[in-house]
């Protein structure tokens, strides 16, 4: 069985693989395996991370060492300086395969939950009616990342947009001057389990991705102003290195 967190609770879902219940991450032979430390905030203490193809479908997963899912952000209370935790899997597609402007970052699968702002315009994930007030609950985004100095000695950031530019967005970006899509695919968790399965458009799309697995904080800048969404801290990476092992079977 799978789930997805709403403001409700636990929700049953099913798969959107092929109606298949895929094995967790630490149990697929070709996953990237990571070992466990205490230290870490068990949630984000990443043991696996794998990803499976079924023609043009794709399903990523993380096997995590607590409850995944169940940690979210503390509220800041404002758009400025809102946290922001996610579960990642960078790739080794370019942007452009999901309707980024090309070679222009690493492109990311990511599940965030933020309480302080709503980046999926298009999507009511609490289903109260109101598509503006879910930030909150987990959902999905494309994003691409790019050193950033600005957010530190060797930091990543979600691309900015510069005032002025227009470079090629996905039909479902948002709207914020970051590049970033809300595809509204829906995590699904099962205990220490999250996946996220994902559609390309043509079926060669998915074919030898390399991918990694990462659990990351983020923050908005305080200024409202580039970069404007740091990467502040990252909790775990299931290679070690961010080499991207992971090839999608």
Known sequence: MKYFLTMAGLVFAQSALAGSDPQPALEQACAILSEPAPQKIAAFDILAAHAQRDGRIVTFQMTTNGLAGA????????????????YVWPTSLDPAAVGFEGSTGILALAATSHPDFDDTPLFDENRDGDLTNDGDDWHSHWVVLTPTEACGDGALAVRDIPEGETPRMPATWPGLPIFIDSPGFTPLFDGPEISLTVAFA???????????????????????HAPLLCVTDVFDIASGDLSLPGKVD
């Open 71 to 86: 940690d979210r952000p503390e509220p800041a209370g404002s758009l400025g300086g809102a946290p922001v935790l996610s």
């Open 202 to 224: 043509d079926t060669a799309t998915g074919e030898g991705i390399s991918y990694d697995g990462v659990t990351s904080a983020l923050r908005v800048n305080e200024n409202i």
